[in-house]
């Protein structure tokens, strides 16, 4: 028989201790620890370059969407059918668990094996300082439920029902992103086919949660990295104080949301594979805000963990990646996280 492999299944094989899943009990504190101070995070450049902006249904929008991807590797989105109704409650629930006492977190805590519940981020064993970060991962509304009933055991429906209405407009919203991105590749409706077959796409949603902070300037929210999968939509419930992403020869560059509701598309190593590297997989990170706290909503997307990417082929282009299935590179990032698209090299 063959079983396919679920994003969930692929963290089992690489379990993590609990001192790097239990996140700190951020309310106790009054001065940043040595373990969560970094040293000096350069400031954001103040470039006044903006990230670009597809509008979907515009006329310009493949255009655009071309140029973000190659130049940027991120653009912002509006003009998908997102409420801001959905948007808020999704931040209303967020900030209702994160508000919750550790001790009561904890009992949704991901498990030494696990890829779904309450935790810091799974790149946190790539960096000697801990962030200023707490999150939530949900893949499946089975973990879901279970999850949810140990946070709230009379009341965890609402979170729920909210988490799947959101799960089930961003996956539709991602496959008309996915048909864009290939389509801008001038790949074929067979490519679209599977590389968004919502039956059988990997996807994630990731709560993340950057508490008040006693000294913001030498914290670090998310530590740069790349995203692992085709692209992540996300949320940002301020405008300012957060998402920086890195932009070669220019630096850090704010990609807070241009208005409310404007969701941004950060595009992962996949997408970066398959356009054979013309596609920006972009290093971005999170600061901490300087008042208050902060919340982000990260819906990330990809094929099926069984799908094989090659890159497509380009005249007079040598292939720079060899061909991988999703599964493997899942794999690989585990293991080499930032260089494993270096892994991947062509020889
Ligand atoms: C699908 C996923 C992407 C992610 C790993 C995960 O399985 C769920 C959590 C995601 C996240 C969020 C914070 C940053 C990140 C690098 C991490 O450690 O966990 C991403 C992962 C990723 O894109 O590789
Ligand atoms: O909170 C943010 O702005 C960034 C979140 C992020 O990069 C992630 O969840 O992978
Ligand atoms: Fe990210």
Redesign the pocket.
């Known amino acids: 028989m063959n079983f396919t492999t679920s994003?969930r299944d692929s963290y089992a094989g690489a379990p993590l201790p609990l001192h790097l899943i239990t996140p700190l009990d951020f309310r106790s504190i009054e001065a940043l620890p040595a373990s969560h101070r970094w040293p000096d995070p350069p400031g954001p450049d103040q470039s006044e370059q903006p990230v670009p902006l597809v509008s979907l249904g515009s006329p310009q929008a493949a255009k655009i969407l071309n140029h973000a991807c190659r130049e940027w590797g991120v653009f912002q989105l509006t003009g998908h059918d997102i409420s801001l109704g959905l948007l808020e409650d999704v931040v209303c629930h967020a900030r209702r668990l994160f508000e919750l006492p550790l001790a009561v977190k904890t009992r949704a805590l991901r498990s030494a094996s696990g890829?779904t519940g309450y935790g810091m981020?799974?790149?946190s064993r790539f960096f000697d300082k801990f962030m200023w970060h707490e999150?939530f991962?949900i893949m499946d509304c089975c973990s879901l439920g279970q999850d949810a009933r140990a946070l709230w055991p009379q009341d965890y429906i609402p979170f729920c029902d909210t988490i799947q209405k959101y799960q089930n407009k961003m996956k539709k919203l991602c496959q008309l992103i996915t048909q864009l991105i290939l389509d801008s590749l001038g790949l074929s409706p067979t490519d679209f086919v599977e590389w968004s077959n919502p039956g059988t796409a990997s996807t994630?949603l990731?709560l993340n949660y950057y508490p008040p902070c006693p000294d913001p300037a030498h914290a670090m929210g998310?530590a740069p990295?790349t995203?692992?999968?085709s692209f992540t939509v996300l949320h940002q419930d301020r405008c300012a104080g957060g998402l920086e992403i890195l932009k070669g020869g220019t630096g850090w560059v704010p990609a807070a949301p241009l208005a409310r509701g404007a969701l941004v598309v950060i595009l992962?190593d996949l997408v970066h594979i398959l356009s054979n590297g013309a596609y920006a997989s972009v290093v971005h990170r999170a600061r901490v805000p300087e008042t208050g706290d902060r919340i982000s909503v990260?819906y990330?997307y990809g094929p099926s963990m069984d799908l094989e990417i090659t890159p497509v082929a380009v005249e007079g282009e040598e292939q720079r990646f060899r061909s991988v299935t999703v599964k493997d590179y899942v794999k690989l990032?585990e293991k080499y996280f930032n260089d494993a698209l270096s892994q991947l090299a062509a020889s």
């Open positions: 994003l890829g981020a799974r790149m999150g991962t994630a990731q998310l990295h995203d692992t999968l992962g990260a990330f990032k």
